[in-house]
């Protein structure tokens, strides 16, 4: 079974009142419920910014299999030292699932070793996200494709790595077009960017979507694999 770790730097929902109206307990909290008794997570804890050390202590991060970050106007508050925490815990094996404008987040920057820069448009317009890779485990039991009727816009360029999988394509009512489920490996841990989440809109609810986060779950869990050592060799 599976321990997640759900951060959030959880400051919208604490002075914007939209996003207290979409999210009263927090992105964190709407998160953990769409996991919690569904397999195969079998404990899911929260963390968030203001916590000391971030709610990322050392004995956190080593009881988690897969840690989701949302993050998007507190990036720089984040402690390079929690960064190079999780970085560590990512290339030993532990999942990490970065959402929405997480894309900007130290830890997501550092393991992409780019920019991780995109256009943006917030207008609420309608988002088809199409499943380009229909044999991915990520994508079990999704139709071809999911609409949400009310969005933020992410465009390309999205200056990431080629991704080692592309899961999901974007189009907007602009015309526009994003990568928006990106699935990449980094030492022995797997990484999935998932586009979709801004913080006004209720996209956590939408019950594909959190289909999509359950399935994200068990294709980044930690998997045996041969042991990393380095050094000198006798």
Not at 1 to 30: C, K, L, S
Not at 54 to 67: K, P, R
Not at 71 to 87: F, K, L
Not at 145 to 152: D, K, M, N, S
Request: hydrophobic share 35%; charged share 30%.
């Amino acid at each position: 079974m599976v321990t997640v770790t759900v951060w959030n730097e959880f400051r919208h929902e604490q002075e914007d009142e939209d996003a207290a109206a979409v999210y009263p307990d927090g992105i964190h909290a709407t998160l953990a419920d769409a996991l919690e008794g569904h397999d195969p997570v079998d404990e899911v804890q929260t963390a968030t910014l203001d916590e000391p050390e971030h709610g990322l202590t050392e004995d956190v991060l080593e009881a988690t299999d897969v840690l989701f970050w949302w993050g998007h106007i507190a990036h720089d508050e984040v402690e390079d030292e929690i960064v190079d925490r999780v970085q560590e815990r990512v290339l030993e094996g532990m999942g990490l699932i970065v959402l929405h404008s997480g894309h900007f987040s130290k830890i997501f920057k550092r393991l992409m070793g780019t920019t991780c820069d995109l256009q943006w448009r917030e207008d609420g317009a309608t988002e088809r996200l199409w499943v380009v890779d229909p044999g991915h485990p990520i994508v079990d039991g999704i139709d071809e494709c999911i609409e949400l009727p009310q969005t933020e816009m992410y465009g390309e360029p999205f200056d990431v790595p080629e991704p080692d999988r592309l899961v999901f394509t974007s189009w907007f009512e602009g015309g526009e077009v994003f990568r928006s489920g990106c699935c990449y490996q980094r030492g022995k841990g797997r990484i999935f960017y998932f586009r979709p989440g801004h913080e006004t809109f209720p996209i956590y609810e939408n019950e594909e979507i959190r289909r999509v986060l359950r399935n994200a779950v068990e294709w980044a869990s930690p998997r045996e694999g041969s042991p990393r050592t380095f050094g000198e060799r006798e």
